[in-house]
């Protein structure tokens, strides 16, 4: 019997994972979820950028054989509801699902689309590379310094969502609780959250950035917190954060404080900065970090604040990875003042398309992906959102700047050759 309701599976081979390994057969079935609003005109520019890449750097060797799924308005049409079992299933099935931007659908019992998949599919590291591209418009003088890659904690921290508002019957318990078990007095008219941080969490989370810095070959991973005022949350993810290194990755890594000239050479450093003073390294010094690990609403603001340097979220990719599937997806939402205009910047959904062949291995198509991104930025042919701060731009359309990317990478395949993974 299917496992899905209403759909079923292409044919093609399904990627698996193993002890975190992932196995990745040449025409794998890869689910897409388009998404709302602008996303049927991003998600086809990126396709288009995606599989042209595929077939210029192996030729028939490989090929993605995408599968669509559905969330978000699309899915309440198929199936009269926003997130599908179908849609879990699906990720589940295949491992790897990349989407485009969900509206939140308003009253239909959901915090957020977005964060319901995270949940369900425990996707708990939520990645988020962040660079500059030359030509595009930035508030730095050196925005090219900045080229690190954040890794976000997903699923603790504030977000855990364990709240009670002011004057509630929920705040009122919780204030008895704590006067009675700790003799700890709040205001009577104060809401309450809890902010719950666990070892699990933290240490996989941490995990996960210290094997990504291995595997790109980067020189450091620095945990950002607030562990001088929060100290058994914030200021235990550096303590849990320093352990996995020194426990699980010693021969490879070697604390800040250790390093000496001779000591260390080769390592990976492994830093730890208090949040504030970590925003003001990201102005003065970007060119010293390059992995951030961080708990939840750290990141959340670090993300933003860090693609607003480079040129803002239409360039920024970003991931959500878990043990079983990885998720990627445009960071930006779904502007449904722009949908169906073809007008849009689908830089950061193609970029997340890189993020996820660079996961699957299939490097040599991310790197003819980026050239070409970049070629067409510096020969001036943008969408609107880069074209009114450019001078000279040449104005062209969402699925025009795809075609843009696509001649660009033919370019730099003169005879059609095809390069290996
Ligand atoms: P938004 O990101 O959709 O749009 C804000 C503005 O950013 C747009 O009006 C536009 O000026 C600009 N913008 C966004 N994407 C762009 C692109 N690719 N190219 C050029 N300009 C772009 O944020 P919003 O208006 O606050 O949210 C709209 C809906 O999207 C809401 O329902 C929200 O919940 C949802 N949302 C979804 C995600 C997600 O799916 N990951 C993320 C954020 C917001």
């Not at 897409?32 to 520019?45: K, L, Q, R, V, Y």
């Not at 390059?290 to 607003?308: H, I, K, Q, R, T």
């Not at 991310?366 to 991104?373: C, Q, R, T």
């Amino acid at each position: 019997m299917s496992k899905y309701r209403k759909m079923s599976r292409p044919l093609g081979d399904k990627i698996s994972i193993a002890d975190g390994e992932l196995t990745v057969p040449d025409q794998p079935v890869i689910p897409f979820i388009e998404g709302d609003g602008i996303g049927p005109d991003i998600w086809t520019a990126a396709r288009r950028v995606l599989d042209a890449a595929v077939e210029l750097a192996y030729g028939r060797a490989k090929r993605i054989q995408w599968f669509e799924i559905f969330a978000g308005e699309k899915a309440f049409h198929q199936y009269g509801e926003y997130l599908p079992d179908d849609t879990l299933t699906a990720i589940r099935d295949c491992s790897v699902a990349i989407k485009g931007p969900l509206t939140t659908p308003i009253g239909g019992g959901f915090r957020s689309l977005n964060v319901t998949l995270r949940q369900e599919l425990d996707l708990y590291a939520c990645i988020r590379p962040v660079r500059h591209f030359p030509g595009v418009p930035s508030p730095m003088l050196h925005p090219e310094k900045v080229d690190i890659v954040i890794f976000r904690e997903n699923t603790e921290d504030v977000y855990a969502g364990i709240e009670w508002p002011a004057f509630s019957p929920g705040a009122k318990q919780m204030m008895d609780f704590l006067k009675q078990t700790f003799d700890i007095s709040l205001r009577s008219d104060s809401g309450i959250g809890i902010k719950p941080m666990s070892a699990t969490g933290s240490k996989r989370l941490v995990r996960r950035a210290i094997q990504y810095a291995i595997d790109e070959r980067l020189p450091s991973v620095t945990l950002v917190h607030k562990g001088n005022i929060l100290k058994y949350t914030e200021g235990a993810f550096r303590d849990w954060g320093y352990a996995v290194a020194q426990q699980e990755f010693e021969d490879d890594t070697i604390a800040e404080r250790e390093v000496d000239a001779q000591v260390g050479a080769g390592k990976i450093i492994i830093k730890d900065r208090i949040a504030d003073a970590m925003f003001q390294q990201l102005l003065l010094r970007p060119e010293d970090y390059s992995v951030l690990a961080m708990p939840n609403l750290n990141g959340d603001y670090f993300s933003d604040a860090a693609a607003a340097q480079v040129g803002g979220l239409g360039m920024a990719p970003g991931a959500n990875i878990g043990d079983e599937a990885a998720v990627f997806e445009a960071t930006h939402g779904s502007a449904p003042r722009y949908a169906g205009q073809d007008k849009v910047n689908p830089s950061s959904l193609i970029l997340s398309g890189v993020m996820m062949l660079r996961h699957i291995g299939w490097r040599a198509a991310a790197d003819l992906i980026v050239k070409g991104i970049e070629k067409s930025i510096v020969a001036g042919t943008v969408t609107y959102d880069l074209a009114r701060q450019m001078q000279g731009a040449k104005l062209v359309k969402c699925s025009e700047f795809a075609n843009e990317i696509v001649r660009h990478m033919k370019l730099m395949f003169p005879e059609n050759r095809h390069a290996h993974s």
